[in-house]
């Protein structure tokens, strides 16, 4: 059984719980706990203790350098593994609002914070369970655009954003925080990875916000790609869920929000 709680994201139904912009989940799976984001802030650290989870984890796992899925590092102490691409420390300026949203630490305060593990490459959490590394962007379609400029103006194409792969019986299971290699590139070099082609969920933000070309050509290869279950959330829109439901007849769709138990 694998049981993956949503600790943090853009939606909550739960008035007991907190949330915010950000995406944060805790994944308890075949004998290993991790904590995959942190979102903002602490909300994910308070609906933790208000769902009387105790974050007994085995590694914390960065999906990419932005505020909204680093910023709650502040509010969290472990001597744990910590793995994430380099370019996690990129400094980044939002285009929308003009400030810094990258990693809210240094190089240096980092290190010392936490036991960090850079790779580029997939590092393997264990037999079943692997960081994906840098993601091979090859389908044309993804990674049209991007929210944040580096320091010298250009685009922040986000080399850094990343996610997981568990092997299960069933088939693989892709956890993603943000999607900004593209959703899609994420799961072929999961399938890669694991040497095996039947999905069997795609769970994250897919940072899709209208249904435009991109939204479309994602379902198509949800659709080939026999998906089995696809779990939205954080900078995913209400019209493209409501366009994913209405186009992947045959795949269950379900929607994340703060709080929410997936069992798989």
């Given at each position: 059984m694998i049981t993956i709680t949503i600790l943090n994201d853009d939606r909550c139904y739960n008035d007991k719980l907190c949330s915010c912009h950000g995406f944060s989940i805790y994944v308890e799976c075949q004998n290993v706990k991790f904590l995959f984001d942190v979102g903002q802030d602490d909300s994910f650290l308070k609906n933790a203790q208000t769902l009387g989870i105790n974050l007994d984890m085995d590694y914390i796992v960065l999906s990419h350098g932005h505020y909204d899925h680093t910023d709650g590092l502040k509010f969290l102490n472990s001597s744990k593994p910590l793995i994430c691409h380099p370019e996690c420390l990129s400094k980044r300026i939002s285009k929308r609002s003009g400030k810094y949203n990258g990693l809210p630490f240094t190089k240096e305060e980092f290190e010392k914070k936490f036991n960090?593990?850079?790779?580029?490459?997939?590092?393997?959490?264990?037999?079943?369970?692997?960081?994906?590394?840098?993601?091979?962007?090859?389908?044309?379609?993804?990674?049209?655009?991007?929210p944040s400029i580096r320091e010298d103006g250009t685009d922040d194409?986000?080399?850094?954003?990343?996610?997981?792969?568990?092997?299960?019986?069933?088939?693989?299971?892709?956890?993603?925080?943000?999607?900004?290699?593209?959703?899609?590139n994420t799961i072929e070099q999961a399938k890669q990875?694991?040497?095996?082609?039947?999905?069997?969920?795609?769970?994250?933000?897919?940072?899709?916000?209208?249904?435009?070309?991109?939204?479309?050509?994602?379902?198509?290869?949800?659709?080939?790609n026999n998906v089995k279950n696809i779990f939205l959330g954080h900078c995913t829109s209400n019209p493209v869920i409501d366009y994913f439901k209405e186009r992947c007849e045959g795949i269950n769709i379900d929607v994340i929000s703060t709080g929410k138990e997936i069992h798989l």
């Amino acid at each position: 059984m694998i049981t993956i709680t949503i600790l943090n994201d853009d939606r909550c139904y739960n008035d007991k719980l907190c949330s915010c912009h950000g995406f944060s989940i805790y994944v308890e799976c075949q004998n290993v706990k991790f904590l995959f984001d942190v979102g903002q802030d602490d909300s994910f650290l308070k609906n933790a203790q208000t769902l009387g989870i105790n974050l007994d984890m085995d590694y914390i796992v960065l999906s990419h350098g932005h505020y909204d899925h680093t910023d709650g590092l502040k509010f969290l102490n472990s001597s744990k593994p910590l793995i994430c691409h380099p370019e996690c420390l990129s400094k980044r300026i939002s285009k929308r609002s003009g400030k810094y949203n990258g990693l809210p630490f240094t190089k240096e305060e980092f290190e010392k914070k936490f036991n960090v593990i850079y790779s580029v490459k997939p590092y393997k959490i264990s037999e079943n369970i692997i960081f994906l590394g840098e993601i091979n962007r090859i389908f044309p379609f993804e990674c049209k655009s991007f929210p944040s400029i580096r320091e010298d103006g250009t685009d922040d194409t986000a080399p850094d954003d990343s996610g997981v792969v568990i092997k299960s019986e069933e088939g693989i299971i892709v956890i993603t925080g943000c999607g900004h290699s593209g959703v899609c590139n994420t799961i072929e070099q999961a399938k890669q990875i694991a040497k095996d082609d039947r999905i069997y969920a795609v769970l994250g933000g897919f940072h899709l916000k209208d249904v435009d070309a991109q939204t479309q050509e994602t379902v198509e290869y949800m659709r080939k790609n026999n998906v089995k279950n696809i779990f939205l959330g954080h900078c995913t829109s209400n019209p493209v869920i409501d366009y994913f439901k209405e186009r992947c007849e045959g795949i269950n769709i379900d929607v994340i929000s703060t709080g929410k138990e997936i069992h798989l």
